[in-house]
């Protein structure tokens, strides 16, 4: 399938006006194949060597989820190394809402002539690995699903995985390619049957009894849970022996500074005949399926995935999986394994994960969901429903650029005004006249944000209950956005005819503009102060000035641009990234590890932040436009091998600041994900015939 995508180029800035202008308009056809074909080579593959070194291979993580917030995570060998890790992971609102690992792992033992190969691996304590099935691993591909090869003596077996892209079931195929002699195929399932932040212990509540299904079991270890039904394509027999596995280990959660051995369940094993040239698949839902829809359910996910043989593909393929669509919600999850949808990173990875690729009716109900949970003008920050929190003073100006993306996207920028301009002037009143945690506009038309003890910008991380970048005052991106969203709202309402806003709002741009230059530029530094407060002003180099270069309505000079830019370049620029914090600070932290503690230290201290690098992309090609292009494509470029390195596939949260700067945090994140997406457009964009 070919999506044409109607595209219009970005806005520049006009020194001599009081806002930014169009430079001009032209009609582009960017096309995403999104069918793709694998080659004859496996793009992503990794040897037998790589996968029997543990210290390779254990850092190495596969994801695969569905559009109903479920996954399937684990490493490239199927070895645990985090309690989120889960074959079967899965939301339970008959207990918290929350995500539950109910199938943790499946033991597969290739049987011959009453010899047995175990082909699992787990790690137990004194850094024992039992058994040690990724010795029989010979290769592995990614595309288009996840498949591992085994040999054992004269038994080739290959397992191959995927996840139902609408209903809450995972599935194996298993093939024998060749064997020498009668074979059997035992597989043992794991479970854990606990909350996905928890780990649990053997205990006597366990329900261990099973029921009977085609072709295989359901289970419910506790009340208030979904049962697990497990079933197997091929008649097969199920032996029931209920025991629990003790100390199974999770050597993330031990780097990590948390608890890391739990015990896990098996309520038996299955084993059934397989014969050379045979497929037999297994599969583990929360609802049972017929034995020839198990085939038919496989076979029509494989059609309709997009295959990770190509660079973009593999963005795309790794953007579809953010976008969570469990009943008549849809959002966006920020990130596997362990986020929850946080407003600020929908909007920001909102054009990337969804207008670029033309999906312009699942981005206009992600909108229309968030503005529908808005409180006063704020949009929710972290959660939804009862339990979203409200504390972020840039969530809904980036809220107001995304629709300022969306617009342009879909050339509606005369209808905007109609339909969401009453929730625009409920923010712009709600920040002027002051809202909750003292989010308000001073006198000069700036807006000052923060309360003792929080964090309202994205630079929000906590430790022993304090913030570490706290930023009281007038942060500098927050007022970025601010005047981008009042610039863009006069134009709105210039477009829709709607006098009494224009009135009422059109001289306060030029005042903003003023102010900002006068608050946070600095002539003989040459770049802007992070944020002020009263009379102080940190002059801490960090990223965030970055945005006055890459909104649509910035509030400083094209020279001013170029002078920021060239300090972020300077001091901040990496290969995967912008760093949260300048190299020169006594406070920078180059390495993102350890406890939590440590770790949210370093969070905004200097990791790196690959979706940093969109703005940087926008504001550099602004500027620089063709002859900027020759950098910006080697940055993109950059990242190919990075999907080989963390999550297969896919872009991780963050980075060490230090080279070699190596993958942390989240092993899949939308905002890297999403601006990866769209460096790449406007590198298409800018790349076009003049």
């Not at 180029?9 to 006006?17: E, K």
Request: glycine share 8%.
């Amino acid at each position: 399938m070919v999506c044409p995508v109607n595209i219009v180029t970005a806005h520049t800035y006009n020194a001599n006006s009081k806002f930014i202008v169009f430079l001009h308009r032209r009609k582009i056809m960017l096309y995403l194949n999104l069918s793709g074909g694998a080659g004859t080579m496996s793009y992503i593959k990794f040897d037998k060597y790589q996968l029997i070194n543990l210290e390779y291979s254990l850092k190495r993580e596969m994801l695969r989820s569905n559009r109903a917030g479920s996954y399937a995570n684990t490493t490239i060998i199927n070895c645990n190394t985090r309690k989120y890790h889960g074959l079967l992971v899965t939301p339970q609102p008959g207990i918290d809402h929350d995500m539950h690992v109910l199938l943790s792992s499946i033991d597969e033992t290739i049987i011959q002539r009453d010899a047995e190969f175990n082909l699992a691996i787990h790690k137990y304590p004194g850094n024992m690995y039992n058994p040690k099935g990724h010795k029989y691993i010979r290769d592995f591909t990614a595309d288009p699903f996840p498949l591992l090869t085994y040999r054992v003596g004269g038994a080739v077996l290959t397992r191959e995985s995927l996840f139902d892209s609408k209903e809450d079931r995972f599935m194996i195929k298993y093939t024998l390619v060749e064997a020498h002699s009668p074979t059997k195929l035992r597989l043992r399932p794991f479970l854990a049957f606990r909350n996905y932040h928890t780990l649990t212990r053997e205990n006597i509540f366990a329900d261990k009894k099973f029921e009977k299904v085609p072709n295989g079991i359901k289970v419910r270890m506790y009340q208030g849970y979904t049962d697990l039904y497990m079933q197997i394509s091929k008649a097969n027999e199920y032996i029931h022996v209920p025991d629990w596995y003790h100390n199974i280990e999770y050597q993330e959660e031990m780097e990590r500074g948390y608890e890391f051995q739990e015990d896990l369940y098996t309520p038996g094993f299955f084993e059934v005949e397989i014969k050379t040239g045979e497929s037999i698949y297994f599969c583990a839902g929360t609802d049972e399926i017929s034995i020839p829809g198990i085939k038919r359910a496989y076979t029509k996910e494989l059609q309709n995935r997009t295959p990770r043989d190509t660079f973009e593909h593999c963005l795309i393929n790794a953007a579809q999986q953010f976008i969570i669509k469990r009943g008549k919600q849809t959002s966006i999850l920020p990130g596997y394994p362990w986020f929850k949808r946080a407003g600020r990173d929908t909007f920001v990875s909102l054009p990337g994960l969804l207008l670029v690729t033309g999906d312009f009716k699942t981005a206009k109900a992600i909108i229309d969901q968030m503005v529908s949970e808005m409180k006063g003008p704020l949009m929710p920050h972290y959660g939804s429903g009862n339990s979203a929190t409200y504390h972020a003073a840039d969530t809904s100006l980036w809220f107001i650029w995304a629709l300022q993306q969306y617009a342009m996207f879909t050339h509606t920028e005369k209808k905007i005004w109609k339909e969401y301009g009453g929730k625009i002037l409920q923010i712009l009143e709600g920040y002027r006249n002051g809202t909750d945690f003292n989010i308000h506009m001073d006198t000069d038309g700036l807006i000052y944000a923060g309360i003792h003890g929080m964090a309202l910008t994205w630079m929000d991380s906590f430790v022993y209950g304090k913030p570490v970048t706290p930023r009281t005052g007038k942060a500098v991106e927050i007022n970025c956005l601010w005047y981008n969203a009042v610039c863009y709202a006069v134009e709105s309402a210039e477009m829709a005819g709607d006098r009494d806003f224009i009135n009422n709002w059109s001289p306060l741009p030029e005042k903003i503009s003023l102010s900002f230059i006068e608050t946070f530029w600095n002539p003989d530094k040459k770049y802007l102060a992070d944020y002020v407060n009263g009379e102080y002003k940190d002059w801490t180099v960090r990223p965030n000035m970055l945005f006055a270069t890459s909104l649509p309505f910035s509030p400083v000079t094209e020279e001013m641009r170029k002078d920021v830019l060239s300090r972020v370049r300077q001091e901040l620029l990496t290969p995967r990234g912008i760093r949260t914090l300048t190299p020169k600070s006594p406070v920078y932290k180059g390495i993102y590890f350890g406890t939590s503690q440590e770790r949210d230290l370093a969070y905004h201290q200097g990791s790196v932040r690959p979706w940093l690098l969109g703005h940087f992309a926008e504001g550099y090609l602004k500027i620089h436009g063709k002859s900027g292009l020759g950098m910006i494509k080697n940055l993109y470029a950059g990242f190919e091998p990075v999907l080989t390195e963390y999550g297969i596939g896919t872009i991780s949260e963050v980075y060490d600041g230090d080279p070699p700067h190596t993958p942390r945090g989240a092993i899949s994140y939308a905002d890297s994900v999403a601006e990866l997406i769209r460096i790449k457009w406007l590198i298409d964009i800018y790349d076009q015939p003049q």
